[in-house]
């Protein structure tokens, strides 16, 4: 299988770099074919739950996630508290 880009990992790095590259070639009128390989079982197979997270590279990166009904960030964060 040829590609254009091979990204390395389905972590928030490569995913981000696979989105914004299909993006980027969009602008531009042309289509890139982008591939990201991930050794765990699934996208997200490695990601610890309960992170918190900023969310602004997310409005950065898709803007209007937020409106989406299957959104993976729901709740928001009002204070935290370390130990």
Known sequence: ???DVV???????GL?????????????????SVVV???GSEVGA???SGAVIDPVGLDALLPGWREEADAPL???VNDD???
């Open 1 to 3: 299988m040829d590609y």
């Open 7 to 13: 990204v390395v990992g389905a972590g928030p790095a």
């Open 16 to 32: 981000a770099t696979a989105i914004r590259l299909k993006q980027q070639a969009a602008e531009r009128g042309s289509d890139i």
């Open 37 to 39: 390989v991930e050794k």
């Open 46 to 48: 490695h990601i610890l």
């Open 74 to 76: 729901s709740v928001q």
């Open 81 to 83: 508290h370390f130990y």
